[in-house]
């Protein structure tokens, strides 16, 4: 972080940033001699805030060289990391597809429905049992009893399974039935959640909260890393945008962004990016040619029934026939950085 002062500032105020930096535990140093006096923080500069450091009267201005979550980005590592799903290494140059029903309604939705999928290609099975609803009258989720069903489906298939997590005090279930802890776009910012699946040594997969900017995204990731947890996954969703169809729009160019700026895995979940079916196919092919690590997509044998999320799920045909694509643009971006 390189703090510009302002020409002439006074001695107390640039005293009391210094008091500011030194309360922070931050390590600097000072540069007066130039044609502006410089104070650069060498370390410690992510327990630093960047607006308090503007809003000292001596600041001029507040340039951050360093990224504010060094677990997150990977600054210290410098390795792209991989993150162990079952057998499966999520991050490792291959394409992880993750799929399955929005919900999971019970045991013969469940088992038909992977069978079908399992005849193509399928990494990791997602399901919903704690389901986050905008209305208190659609279907809240199975709770526990769909968590026992989706433990048995994974034993049965050997699949491991996603399931999102809510509320802290579902942890120990969700935890004894679920491969991997999915935090949900609603949650992104439920500081106390992301601290729990942070304390826990299942995966997590960290949805990108539909209003949320790149910087938080991260930052809601070096909550979980913070607490102990590095095996984060992350996954672009879809923002919030008022003048798109759907008011939807998959950022993929959000994914890239986080990409760059972090060494965890990035998948993007096309459905929810696309509200709308007959976009998922097309959406999870531009997000597979951008170069992400994985897909997550809603697949439901009767869309018409499903009792969330009908509107987005593609039937178990289309998934085959896309994953077979997927593989194959994954192939040709393999080896690339895609630029
Ligand atoms: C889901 O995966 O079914 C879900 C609710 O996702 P999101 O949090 O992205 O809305
Ligand atoms: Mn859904």
């Known amino acids: 972080m390189l703090i510009i002062l302002k020409p002439g500032a006074e001695h107390s105020h640039i005293t009391t940033l210094i008091d500011y930096l030194e309360t922070r535990g931050a390590t600097f140093e000072r540069h007066d001699s130039g044609e502006y006096k410089l104070i650069s923080v060498t370390d410690g500069a992510h327990f630093v805030d960047e607006k308090q450091v503007t809003a000292f009267q001596c600041t001029l201005r507040c340039i951050r060289l360093s990224s504010p979550a060094p677990l997150a980005s990977g600054s210290e590592t410098k390795q792209k990391k991989r993150v162990k799903v079952g057998d499966k290494l999520v991050g490792n140059g291959g394409l992880t597809i993750i799929a399955g029903p929005c919900s999971l309604e019970n045991n013969e939705q469940i088992t038909a429905l992977v069978k ?72 992104m910012r439920n500081y106390s959640l992301l601290k729990e699946v942070g304390s826990q040594e299942k995966p997590v997969l960290l949805k990108r909260g539909s209003d949320a900017s790149v910087n938080e995204w991260l930052l809601a990731a070096e909550y979980i890393i913070n607490a102990g947890n590095e095996n984060v996954i992350l996954c672009e969703r879809g923002i919030t945008n008022p003048t798109s169809c759907k008011n939807v729009v998959l950022d993929l160019n959000g994914a890239l962004e986080i990409m760059s700026l972090s060494s965890l895995p990035v998948i993007v979940d096309p459905s929810h990016g696309a509200a709308d079916r007959l976009k998922v196919p097309a959406l999870a092919r531009a997000a597979v040619a951008a170069g992400v690590d994985g897909v997550m997509i809603e697949v439901h044998s009767k869309p018409a029934r499903a009792f969330s999320d009908g509107f987005q799920a593609i039937i178990p045909e289309t998934f085959k026939s896309l994953t077979i694509e997927l593989d194959k643009i994954h192939q040709i971006v393999r080896g690339t950085d895609g630029v």
Request: glycine share 8%.
């Open 116 to 187: 079908s999928l399992i005849s193509g290609r399928i990494d990791i099975l997602r399901a919903g049992a704690f389901k986050p609803r905008t209305s208190p009258y659609s279907f809240q989720g199975l709770g526990e009893e769909g968590l026992k069903i989706l433990s048995e489906i994974s034993t049965e298939f050997n699949l491991p399974v996603v399931t999102e997590i809510m509320d802290t005090r579902d942890i120990d279930i969700i935890n004894k039935h679920s491969d991997v802890l999915q935090v949900g776009m609603r949650n």
